[in-house]
């Protein structure tokens, strides 16, 4: 933020420029880091700020959506689907929908999942006690280990995509084994796993202060498993 708002730089006057050309009609930011977030809000050189915001990633509702009102600021909320860790859209967005003046941007891999989320737009927009008995349930299961795939882990002494290794649990939820077991990258990367070397400098960069050493470790354990036991299943086909 500082080398972008840095006069010397140059760079916030070009996309000032760009602004007065007609290039870009505003000017936003985004950010993972909620001090830094509150620092962009503040400096009243950006209309909109872009932050993870889910009910698991909830910090944005008490730290940053009331000062993001109070400088008249837009707040976009990415990654209301936790990155694709959360399954159950209704739970999700109706939890969003309690803020009116956020706009989210989900992602998507298939057009019924963007047919679904316009028909939680359309209502109704309540959460049901079952729906909130879930929430619970999802954040206490995931609230202490999610990894919001920022990457200011990195770099890894050793090479281990960090950020891949703890997200793993994800692709064994929502994809056949053998779209991750024969895709060469996954296992080429999940195996980097098995050499950390335990030096912590990841866990002092992250953000949200996992337990990375310990998850990546029981990660590639759930790797292996499956890959063995993928393996026996295809020998005997």
Not at 39 to 55: H, I, Q, W, Y
Not at 132 to 141: F, G, H, K
Not at 146 to 151: H, M, P
Not at 179 to 185: A, F, H
Request: proline share 8%; with cysteine.
């Amino acid at each position: 933020m500082e080398k972008v708002l840095d006069p010397g730089s140059g760079l916030y006057r070009v996309f000032e420029e760009a602004r007065a050309a007609g290039k870009i009609r505003h000017i936003g930011a985004t950010s993972h880091q909620i001090d830094v977030a509150r620092a962009l809000v503040k400096s009243g050189r950006f209309e909109t700020v872009m932050f993870p915001f889910n009910f698991i990633t909830c910090e944005p509702a008490d730290e940053l959506l009331p000062l993001c009102r109070e400088h008249d600021v837009g707040f976009i909320a990415m990654k209301p689907m936790a990155g694709g860790m959360l399954e159950n859209a209704a739970v999700a967005f109706k939890y969003l929908f309690q803020f009116p003046d956020v706009a989210l941007i989900p992602g998507i891999e298939k057009v019924e999942e963007i047919e679904e989320i316009v028909s939680l737009f359309a209502g109704p927009h309540e959460m049901t006690p079952g729906e909130i008995a879930e929430m619970q349930r999802l954040t206490a299961e995931l609230g202490t280990r999610f990894c919001r795939r920022c990457d200011y882990c990195q770099p890894c002494t050793q090479g281990i995509p960090i950020s891949m290794a703890m997200t793993f649990p994800s692709f064994v939820k929502r994809l056949p084994p053998d779209w991750y077991l024969e895709n060469p990258r996954i296992p080429a990367n999940m195996e980097k796993v098995a050499s950390c070397s335990q030096c912590g400098e990841c866990e002092t960069r992250c953000p949200y202060h996992l337990p990375i050493i310990e998850t990546i470790a029981e990660n590639y354990k759930l790797f292996d498993e499956i890959r063995q036991q993928y393996r026996k299943q295809q020998s005997t086909a």
